[in-house]
């Protein structure tokens, strides 16, 4: 297996790896998210959202490792937009941590109420509230509109490139388009993200990504683009030198 097709395949698994951990995560974590009693069931359930907690840490470390990985192959047609994707890709990495910061900080709190005896109820509702707001928007942040542009320049240079078939970087264009919208949508209260119509918006995105992931594991990146590009780079270095 030379080192294009392996370096495929390993951002094909991060992908799949991203999907699954974000799911798992986001059901783990129903406990303490959902609820009027979430106070109690976070305590009750600590070790489930711990655990939650860990699948999104897993998640981070696959996103990052998308973009590294698929950096060199998205430099050879446009140096700019595969750094700006690297970028964007750790700063909706840290976005998340942050959402998972908010987690655990909810948790302590949740295991604070429960062992306060009598606490003051409305302290500890209002302090819950707002670590929960801070997730539900890392949430919205994060694997939404930072998605969004994340999808969209790599989509865009596969595109142009034709290191993979035009289908699966045009459904990535359409799914960023949508999802960047749904965004929108969700921070201007018209829609919930957690809704059959935010559900719809966000598909063609999560389609894409689980369509090209297979593709990278079974066919890898185009060779013959991969070779027209390292040429077309290298004579552009000489142009400059």
């Known amino acids: 297996m030379n080192s294009n097709k392996k370096a495929a395949k390993i951002v094909g698994v991060l992908f799949i790896l991203a999907a699954v951990t974000a799911i798992i995560g986001l059901i783990l974590y129903d406990p303490i998210l959902n609820g009027p009693d979430y106070l109690i069931k ?4 600590a070790n489930q959202v711990i655990l939650g907690a860990i699948m999104e840490l897993i998640l981070v470390v696959s996103a990052v490792g998308t973009a590294t990985t698929m950096f ?22 840290i976005v998340i941590t942050f959402g998972i910061i908010s987690i655990l900080s909810l948790l302590t709190l949740s295991r604070e109420y429960v062992a306060g005896g009598s606490p003051d109820i409305a302290f500890y509702q209002a302090s819950g509230t707002l670590l929960k707001a801070i997730h539900g928007w890392t949430f919205l942040i994060g694997p939404n509109l930072m998605l969004g542009i994340n999808t969209m320049m790599y989509s865009y240079i596969f595109y142009k490139s034709k290191l993979v078939p035009s289908f699966i970087p045009i459904l990535g264009m359409t799914g960023a388009t949508l999802v960047f919208i749904c965004a929108f949508l969700v921070m201007f209260g018209l829609i919930q993200q957690v809704s059959i119509f935010g559900g719809l918006l966000a598909l063609p995105v999560a389609a894409n990504e689980m369509i090209l992931a297979v593709w990278l594991i079974v066919k890898g990146f ?7 590009l390292s040429a077309k780079r290298k004579v552009s270095r000489n142009l400059h030198f």
Request: one cysteine or more; glycine letters at 4%; a negative charge.
């Open 42 to 45: 976070g305590n009750e359930h």
């Open 222 to 228: 185009n060779e013959s683009s991969i070779d027209s």
């Open 72 to 93: 060199p192959f998205l430099r050879k047609y446009n140096e700019t937009i595969a750094l700006w994707h690297v970028c964007f890709r750790f700063l909706e990495a």
